[in-house]
């Protein structure tokens, strides 16, 4: 069965004290995965481990800031001191940054890119010399249907977004030869506490975070070089935009996030 392809293998997770990363750990572990679970939040995290374990599971937990960077690499290390490897690494850990391009400071940019590009790349370049050298691993990225098209006041989330597909693709091929693979996910909004605050449209509804996780479980097992969801949707947004930018703007306006930030 593909769940034997997850059991006794070892996964890092960043970001996994709520939201998908926790489905993931969950799912992971209810297939017999050895865990190293990454977040920022302790108490938070801690819960989520003591749910893996309540599952069988092994499970090193590691508050990490993976804007950190010796934070981010370390939850590698300490996967690998631990069970001597790691298979599976999935960057998860990000955070939406909604302000309009007029009113971007040049810092909101770089914050953005640590978190969601940076903190994604550090684990993942941390375990591919590891992985190159046992010719054999998986790398999990979290991209957004953002990373084809941007949303209007998203620029700077969009940007990270499109960074990380753009690593994954090339990562991708360039690893074939070396047994790695590499996943990039594609989401539509996610029901995930960093999108709480936003009202969405009634055409395009959040993703319950347990939905998303399943699509990133099907994506480890079956080597998917890419995952997107809401798929139909998802890929006719990703044509609209390869085929006509203008047309794309238009799709825009009607599924764009139809309230702001409260609070």
């Known amino acids: 069965m593909a769940e034997h392809r997850i059991r006794g293998r070892v996964a890092v997770v960043t970001g996994a004290s709520s939201g998908i990363g926790e489905e993931i750990a969950v799912l992971l572990a209810a297939r017999g995965a050895r865990l190293a679970l990454g977040?920022?939040?302790?108490?938070?995290?801690?819960?989520?481990?003591?749910?893996?374990?309540?599952?069988?599971?092994?499970?090193?937990?590691?508050?990490?800031?993976?804007?950190?960077?010796?934070?981010?690499?370390?939850?590698?290390?300490?996967?690998?001191?631990?069970?001597?490897?790691?298979?599976?690494?999935?960057?998860?850990?990000?955070?939406?940054?909604?302000?309009?391009?007029?009113?971007?400071?040049?810092?909101?940019?770089?914050?953005?890119?640590?978190?969601?590009?940076?903190?994604?790349?550090?684990?993942?370049?941390?375990?591919?010399?590891?992985?190159?050298?046992?010719?054999n691993g998986q790398i999990v990225l979290l991209g957004s249907l953002e990373s084809r098209k941007g949303v209007p006041h998203e620029g700077a989330y969009a940007a990270t977004k499109f960074a990380i597909a753009g690593f994954g693709d090339v990562a991708r091929q360039e690893l074939h030869e070396y047994g790695v693979t590499v996943t990039t996910a594609f989401f539509g909004r996610v029901d995930a506490e960093m999108i709480a605050p936003l009202r969405v449209s009634?055409?395009?509804?959040?993703?319950?975070?347990?939905?998303?996780?399943?699509?990133?479980?099907?994506?480890?097992?079956?080597?998917?070089?890419?995952?997107?969801?809401?798929?139909?949707?998802?890929?006719?947004?990703?044509?609209?935009?390869?085929?006509?930018?203008?047309?794309?703007?238009?799709?825009?306006?009607?599924?764009?996030v139809s309230g702001t930030w409260e609070g």
Not at 214 to 224: P, W
Not at 241 to 252: C, E, G, K, T
Request: with cysteine; glycine share 6%.
């Open 39 to 135: 977040a920022r939040r302790r108490t938070e995290l801690d819960e989520v481990a003591a749910a893996c374990r309540a599952l069988g599971a092994e499970v090193l937990a590691l508050p990490t800031d993976v804007t950190v960077r010796a934070q981010a690499e370390g939850l590698v290390a300490a996967a690998i001191e631990q069970w001597g490897r790691v298979d599976i690494v999935v960057a998860n850990a990000g955070q939406m940054f909604r302000i309009p391009v007029r009113d971007l400071a040049y810092d909101d940019v770089v914050a953005a890119m640590e978190v969601n590009y940076f903190g994604a790349v550090a684990p993942v370049l941390a375990a591919l010399p590891a992985m190159i050298e046992r010719g």
């Open 202 to 256: 009634p055409i395009q509804p959040k993703i319950p975070a347990a939905k998303a996780a399943r699509a990133i479980i099907r994506g480890i097992e079956k080597r998917k070089p890419e995952v997107v969801v809401p798929a139909v949707r998802g890929r006719l947004f990703f044509l609209a935009a390869a085929l006509s930018p203008r047309l794309a703007d238009f799709v825009n306006r009607l599924l764009r």
